[in-house]
């Protein structure tokens, strides 16, 4: 995570800032983002698929900052909005290396990609091939990848499981939806079909998972072959690398990851006289999620049915993934030295729902009081991205920190943002 070090003073500084002083100057809630980490992280990822495209997914947090950190240390960008595809673009992200998801894109989606000149265009419905045609318009060009359900069930939680039939995402290939897609895309002349592309789910610390979808696609490679002689030259296997979030937990292990898909794609190439395709991963959470910490200020702490509530500033509206997924993080106090020692505490947000809870077995001074700092390890990823405007709380900002210094990134929301959307009766 977050290279954190702690102070001689019991503080914690991320990026050589001390995250009281981050409190201090920005208030709490706060989100800070070591810059090094995601360049870091971004690097690893580069390193490892020398021979990939390594694209990351924007959903997990996008910032104009981030756009510029991904695009200058060489990893192209994974957009699911008009809204993602425009902050990136706009912000110097070059369009061809951008890549458009969706289940359901919107008109707007589809005339800015068209429009931008996105790299590739994911097809997750039948009824875009024809859209998408129409918006590059008669002489244009748009590669597109078809996205295909491998029947491979992964993931965290039954929420961000993807591979499997009988969830939203991609074509499948059992009922044969996805090879009439493929031969509906080859029949368009404005659009060039330069692969497949599967996305098995999220917070996945296996390898096994991965090579089974893997065989799955270059089966269903060589059957496109067979079928309209054509030998897609890339193959897109989406993202969903797991990391941990407690000291302990599992996470996926990147080098083997790597290792091991290109050694099955080479094996299973040659064993169906394909040519080995391009590969793509689109990595979102492995990237930003270790580099950012959440920082909370206590405001209550109270005991009740036989347990010690610490109740911080901040809560499900800007990180709903315990609401959500039922995971669970580790907060640890900062800011003060306590000579106290530590006992279990269920650390909860402000928002009026039981189920706002960020650890049931936090494990914090018995001192613990008003005031204090907690720091929540492991919050870059799907927090501010899902953060909400429940109870007008207000969304918190991000700070970025290197080399000693702190900058804001994304301005705090404040009340008279929202006073502000709202014109009257
Ligand atoms: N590619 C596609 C097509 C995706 O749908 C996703 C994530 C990714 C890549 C990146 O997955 P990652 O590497 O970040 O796991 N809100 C949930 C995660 C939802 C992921 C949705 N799709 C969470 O907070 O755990």
Redesign the pocket.
């Given at each position: 995570p977050a290279s954190t070090a702690r102070l001689p003073n019991g503080g914690l500084a991320v990026g050589g800032v001390s995250l009281a002083e981050v409190a201090q100057r920005f208030d709490t809630p706060v989100y800070v983002l070591d810059e090094g980490e995601v360049r870091g992280r971004c690097r690893t990822y580069r390193a490892a698929f020398p021979e990939a495209d390594v694209?990351y997914?924007a959903?997990?947090f996008l910032s104009r900052a981030m756009a510029r950190w991904v695009r200058e240390e060489g990893l192209g960008l994974?957009v699911?909005s008009a809204g993602e595809l425009e902050l990136a673009v706009t912000s110097g992200f070059p369009p061809e290396r951008v890549v458009l998801?969706g289940n359901a894109k919107s008109p707007r989606d589809i005339a800015s990609a068209a429009r931008l000149g996105v790299g590739r265009i994911?097809i997750d419905s039948p009824s875009e091939i024809a859209r998408i045609a129409a918006a590059v318009g008669p002489g244009g060009h748009q590669r597109v990848l078809v996205?295909v359900v491998p029947g491979v069930e992964a993931g965290?939680?039954e929420?961000?499981r993807?591979g499997t039939e009988g969830q939203k995402?991609g074509l499948s290939a059992t009922d044969g939806s996805a090879q009439r897609a493929v031969a509906r895309v080859l029949g368009q002349p404005q659009l060039e079909l330069t692969g497949l592309?599967c996305?098995i789910?999220?917070?996945?610390t296996g390898v096994d998972a991965y090579l089974a979808a893997l065989g799955r696609m270059v089966e269903l490679m060589a059957a496109v072959r067979d079928a309209h002689g054509v030998a897609l030259p890339e193959l897109d296997l989406?993202?969903?690398?797991?990391i941990a979030y407690r000291p302990g937990e599992p996470a996926l292990d990147l080098t083997s990851l790597a290792r091991e898909l290109r050694t099955a794609l080479a094996d299973r190439c040659a064993a169906a006289g394909l040519p080995v395709p391009r590969l793509a991963v689109?990595?979102?959470?492995?990237?930003v999620?270790p580099a950012g910490v959440a920082v909370y200020r206590v405001l209550a702490v109270k005991h009740s049915g036989g347990k010690v509530f610490v109740a911080v500033d901040g809560g499900m509206s800007d990180n709903?993934?315990p609401a959500?997924?039922g995971?669970r993080y580790a907060p640890r106090l900062i800011g003060r030295r306590s000579p106290a020692a530590s006992r279990t505490a269920t650390v909860v947000g402000r928002h009026c729902e039981a189920g706002d809870v960020l650890a049931v077995d936090a494990e914090l001074p018995e001192d613990v009081r008003p005031g204090d700092l907690l720091a929540v390890p492991v919050a870059g990823?799907?927090?501010l991205?899902?953060a909400s405007g429940y109870n007008m709380v207000g969304r918190p900002p991000v700070v970025a920190v290197h080399g000693g210094t702190a900058r804001v990134l994304v301005r705090r929301e404040t009340l008279e943002d929202f006073r502000g959307r709202d014109i009257g009766a």
């Open positions: 694209l997914a959903k997990a994974d699911c998801h994911v996205r965290g939680h929420k961000v993807t995402f592309h996305h789910g999220s917070q996945i989406g993202g969903g690398h797991g689109e990595p979102g959470r492995a990237i999620g709903p993934r959500l997924y995971v990823a799907y927090q991205s899902m």
